[in-house]
């Protein structure tokens, strides 16, 4: 385990199963004049999972989930567990999403738990932490993130492989970017509190209206290790310009 330059298309509630398949047919394609080492990920609505499954065939892209039960099966209606994402190839979850947070009620306790639940099941949890406008405005930005990622870091065994992801909250689908100076400090910050092992092996992702004109500065900074891309990983032709301004 190592830190990694990972780069991820979060669909949300975008792109049905037949748009999401078209869209991993055209990445591949434009990816493979382009070999590199970053790890890119598509997160596609669970429905869409089998078909972007089916069109990776093998590709060296890894196919991610956009949530996770924190139980493994039973009596858990609208639930989709790690087995189920297993199945159809995922590697990764996005957990603690600030949309999950704030429109579904997850707290610290139930993004932990499905942390948890997704290490114990064989998947790689991106976690996300970030802090609301307001929280920045009143100097608890780091506390937040701090109080958000040691929930999850106390419920995963040491030696567990995870992802983070800061990710303002004021900064999601606003078009609105952190600085790259302000989201260095909060990556380092976040790095100290992974503490010196993790810390090492863990990559830490910026989200937060992401796009071309953004990525190339965040991404050239040795503590910024990938992106967590919403809108602007919608079209190939939108997102192709952030994996190649990971290629550091
Ligand atoms: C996200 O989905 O996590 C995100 C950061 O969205 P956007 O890039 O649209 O701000």
């Known amino acids: 385990m190592s830190r990694k330059t ?16 078209n869209y991993t047919l055209e990445l591949i394609e434009a990816l493979r004049s382009e070999p ?8 596609p609505v669970y429905t ?20 996770i039960a924190a139980q493994v099966s039973g009596a858990f209606t609208g639930e989709v567990s790690a087995p189920f994402l297993l199945e159809f190839g995922c590697r990764y979850v996005i957990v603690g999403h600030s949309e ?10 139930i993004v932990a738990k499905k942390a948890r639940a997704a290490v114990d ?17 009143r100097g608890e930005a780091e506390s937040v993130v701090e ?22 909250v004021w900064a999601i689908g606003t078009g609105k970017t952190a600085s790259v100076e302000d989201a260095e ?7 100290t509190v992974l503490g010196s092992e993790r810390g090492d092996n863990t990559s830490i992702l910026y989200g937060g209206s992401v796009n071309a004109d953004t990525a190339p500065a965040l ?3 040795a503590d910024i290790d990938g992106a967590l891309v919403g809108g602007a990983s919608l079209k190939v032709a939108s997102f192709l310009p952030i994996i190649r301004a990971a290629a550091k």
Request: charged share 25%.
């Open 100 to 109: 999950r947070r704030r429109l579904f009620g997850e707290n610290d306790e």
């Open 121 to 137: 099941g064989g998947l790689i949890p991106i976690v996300c932490v970030g802090e609301t406008l307001e929280e920045r405005e």
């Open 219 to 221: 991404l050239s900074s």
């Open 36 to 43: 590199s080492e970053t790890t890119v990920v598509i997160a």
């Open 185 to 191: 400090k909060m990556h380092r910050f976040i790095r």
């Open 48 to 67: 869409a999972i089998p078909a972007v499954s089916g069109a990776l065939d093998g590709a060296h892209i890894a196919l991610a989930a956009q949530d």
């Open 147 to 168: 109080t958000q990622l040691r929930a999850v870091l106390d419920h995963c065994p040491e030696g567990s492989e995870i992802v983070t992801a800061y990710e303002p």
């Open 6 to 21: 990972v780069i991820v298309a979060n669909f949300k509630l975008n792109l049905l199963a037949e748009e999401a398949k």
